[in-house]
């Protein structure tokens, strides 16, 4: 069971990028799917979740607006289309995944509930 991020790079502020979260060993339509991301020296805060059937969405309200997340059953892919980047949604971004029914808003950003994390693709925004 693997989670593949990437996606990342630099890109100027006010530019565009499109995070992948690729799911190998298991069909990752039976799983709610987050982002996260935590800049140096910040905590890990969840940017954004999809529950397993793609109609509900969650956003951090930091990017409410810019980001879109979405999922591609044929590919067994979630992405994360992230517009008007500004230099503080510079990070390194993970993508996690849960089993399960669908989290309620207050909860889809507790770490500990999603059972796999990928590894992080960086995100650089120059100003």
């Known amino acids: 069971v693997q989670l593949q991020a990437s996606g990342g790079g630099l890109v100027q502020a006010g530019g565009s990028l499109r995070l992948s979260c690729a799911a190998s060993g298991f069909t990752s339509d039976y799983y709610n799917i987050v982002w996260f991301r935590q800049a140096p020296g910040k905590e890990r805060e969840g940017v954004s979740y999809?529950?397993?059937?793609?109609?509900?969405?969650y956003y951090a309200g930091s990017v409410k607006g810019r980001f879109t997340i979405s999922r591609d059953s044929a590919r067994n892919t979630v992405y994360l289309q992230m517009d008007s980047l500004k230099p503080e949604d510079a990070a390194v971004y993970y993508c996690a995944a849960r089993r399960g029914n669908r989290l309620i808003f207050g909860r889809w950003t507790h770490e500990k509930l999603y059972d796999y994390w990928g590894q992080g693709t960086p995100v650089t925004v120059s100003s």
């Open positions: 999809i529950d397993l059937s793609g109609g509900t969405t």
